[in-house]
């Protein structure tokens, strides 16, 4: 019979927010699947836990996945945790549950702390529907097209961000969504924790000075009528609104034709001397 892997949350910065469950399920794993060992292990000496660790993050998950299997299917129990929050969410753990789901593994949720929902319910903003895109791409075509996304979202969004990337993001932001609310929730649940209110300027002009790991949650957007506000513009204005975006004619052709549900190629003659 195989064992079961347990995903647990692990406090995202205050030690107390561990639960007893989780607590419970790190002492009686056989094994313990963890981003950082040396971060984890502070965790297990502060709760007075003494178990095997093995790495498993990013860069080794391809192959350290069929480690974790062999062992899941030899009957031993293993907990997986990230350095912080809920594995699986912006961290490891995606491609070794659908692994487990693939050889009739058991997986077992041990609910706790999750930066992005902390951040949301102290916000002030809407929470009945919300969008969370994780770390913008740093492909910086897929960053535009991800930010666009951003600009016609009607829900809350929820990022996350480094410090050294916050101020780039706050500029992208204001180029592409203009005047909306935003809020940045930095180091939750540590010493420093904070909720900055200002708009978007402010923000930008106080960015370098924040530290920590920060959520930044976006209003959404006005209710847009059925019609596309894009489909409204004649061709050659539909082509510039890409074009001062930044994307080249071959990306903006095939963005015009899916925006209209044309042919590409029917876009591409319209712009063949451009």
Do not use: W
Not at 77 to 90: E, H, K, Q, R
Request: glycine share 6%.
């Amino acid at each position: 019979m195989s064992g079961t892997l347990y995903i647990v949350a692990t406090p995202i910065g205050n030690l107390e927010d561990i639960t007893l469950r989780a607590i419970r399920i790190l002492k009686e794993v056989d094994l313990i699947a963890a981003e950082d060992t040396r971060h984890t292990l502070k965790l297990l000496n502060h709760l007075e836990i003494s178990k095997p660790l093995i790495s498993y993050h990013r860069h080794n998950e391809e192959s350290k996945q069929e480690v974790l299997i062999d062992k899941l299917l030899e009957g031993q129990n293993i907990a997986l945790v990230s350095d912080a929050g809920t594995p699986g969410i912006c961290d490891p753990g995606e491609i070794i549950i659908k692994r487990c789901i693939e050889e009739n593994i058991e997986i077992i949720p041990i609910p706790g702390a999750v930066a992005m929902i902390n951040a949301l319910i102290c916000s002030g903003l809407d929470t009945k529907e919300f969008c969370f895109l994780g770390f913008l791409p740093l492909n910086k075509n897929n960053r535009k097209e991800k930010l666009e996304e951003i600009k016609n979202q009607e829900k809350t969004t929820i990022l996350y961000e480094a410090p050294h990337k916050l101020k780039e993001t706050l500029k992208d932001l204001k180029q592409i969504i203009g005047e909306r609310k935003i809020i940045l929730a930095r180091e939750l649940t540590k010493i420093h924790e904070e909720f900055i209110r200002k708009n978007i300027d402010e923000l930008i002009n106080i960015a370098d000075e924040l530290k920590g790991e920060f959520v930044i949650i976006i209003e959404g957007g006005e209710h847009k009528e059925a019609e596309n506000d894009l489909l409204q513009l004649s061709l050659e204005e539909h082509y510039k609104y890409y074009e001062k975006l930044g994307f080249n004619k071959k990306e903006i052709i095939k963005k015009i034709a899916k925006d209209r549900n044309v042919n590409k190629n029917d876009v591409y003659m319209e712009f063949v001397n451009k």
